[in-house]
């Protein structure tokens, strides 16, 4: 129902950028919307993998569950996660091109019905553009940490 794109290119190569991505114990090192980790994905991320974080957007915050539904490596991720009030697909694009990667997250919010008409308000009022901005932290985020440990 509600959903945004964001991108950014990034100074690294498509093999660095995936195991910034593939660390889920390091999230809340650098993903915005993540508080702390509830439960990590043992042995990096894989087809199926389950991880487990408490987080959100302010000031809807609580736990939820991920599942890696789709992993091309350093290409595509897809992880569909559920905090109880919506589903959440996250789409992760790594396209690398000269000498940057573009990081594209593509997120679909797809509430429940019961909440369903208060998101009708509140998305387009606050949500939306809160979403937003903290998807372009969070990769402004691992633009800095990826290019402040490239080599010259």
């Not at 992993?71 to 109880?84: A, E, L, T, W």
């Not at 992760?92 to 000269?98: E, K, Q, R, S």
């Not at 008409?117 to 932290?137: C, D, Q, T, V």
Request: charged letters at 25%; one cysteine or more; aromatic letters at 10%.
């Amino acid at each position: 129902m509600f959903n945004f794109s964001v991108s950014t290119d990034i100074k690294c190569s498509a093999e660095q950028l995936w195991e910034l991505l593939d660390d889920t114990e390091k999230y809340p090192d650098w993903i915005e919307v993540t508080d702390r980790m509830l439960e990590v994905a043992e042995g990096g991320l894989k087809l199926g993998a389950v991880y487990r974080e408490y987080g959100g957007i302010p000031p809807f915050k609580g736990e939820s569950t991920w599942n890696v539904t789709e992993f091309k490596p350093y290409s595509r991720q897809v992880h569909i996660g559920d905090d109880g009030a919506m589903t959440i697909t996250l789409e992760i694009l790594i396209n690398p091109h000269d000498d940057v990667v573009t990081l594209v997250q593509n997120l679909r919010f797809k509430p429940r019905w019961w909440i369903f008409p208060m998101s009708l308000i509140m998305w387009p009022a606050l949500m939306g553009r809160r979403g937003r901005a903290a998807i372009e932290k969070t990769q402004a985020n691992a633009k800095a940490i990826l290019e402040a440990t490239a080599p010259d």
